[in-house]
């Protein structure tokens, strides 16, 4: 995904990992209920449900800290469409026309971390988890 590389690259080795954890949380809900089952009977009874991931509010404190340092101008530096394409950074599409009727570009990855940054920000000032789905 272009937003993770683009935040990655702004952060120390050490910080990659909470970052990581936006898009692929670690914490799981749910897979404990699918222990007890046989496969007959998840495919039964439990037919599409899968264990729900989820950021708890120790890690979006700690995500929201990083956020917070990461300025409109810090990303807009470190996007680079060739560089995206060129590492087959998901959808492997991005250019530079940054018109409103275009996606996979700098405009794009801005709203998108500018709606992030919002996300965790909420969450961390009302203390909530973030359940995350993809799909």
């Known amino acids: 995904m272009g937003l993770e590389y683009i935040l990655s690259k702004t952060q120390d080795i050490s910080a990659i990992p909470l970052l990581k954890q936006i ?3 670690s914490s799981v809900m749910g897979s404990d209920s699918f222990q ?8 039964e009874s439990y037919e599409g449900v899968e264990p729900i991931s989820y950021l ?11 956020l917070d ?10 996007y680079n469409a060739e560089e995206l394409n060129q590492k087959n950074i998901y959808p492997a ?3 530079n ?14 709203e998108d ?13 009302e203390k909530d988890y973030i359940l995350v ?3």
């Open 133 to 135: 789905f993809v799909g």
């Open 93 to 95: 599409i991005w250019h």
């Open 69 to 78: 340092s990461i300025s409109d101008n810090t990303i807009d530096y470190n």
């Open 36 to 43: 007890h089952i046989n496969s007959d009977e998840h495919l």
């Open 97 to 110: 026309d940054d018109s409103p009727d275009q996606v996979f570009n700098k405009r794009q990855i801005l």
């Open 113 to 125: 971390a500018r709606l992030l940054k919002s996300l965790i920000k909420e969450a961390h000032k």
């Open 56 to 66: 708890d509010p120790v890690i979006i404190a700690k995500l929201d800290s990083i």
């Open 23 to 25: 898009f692929n949380p």
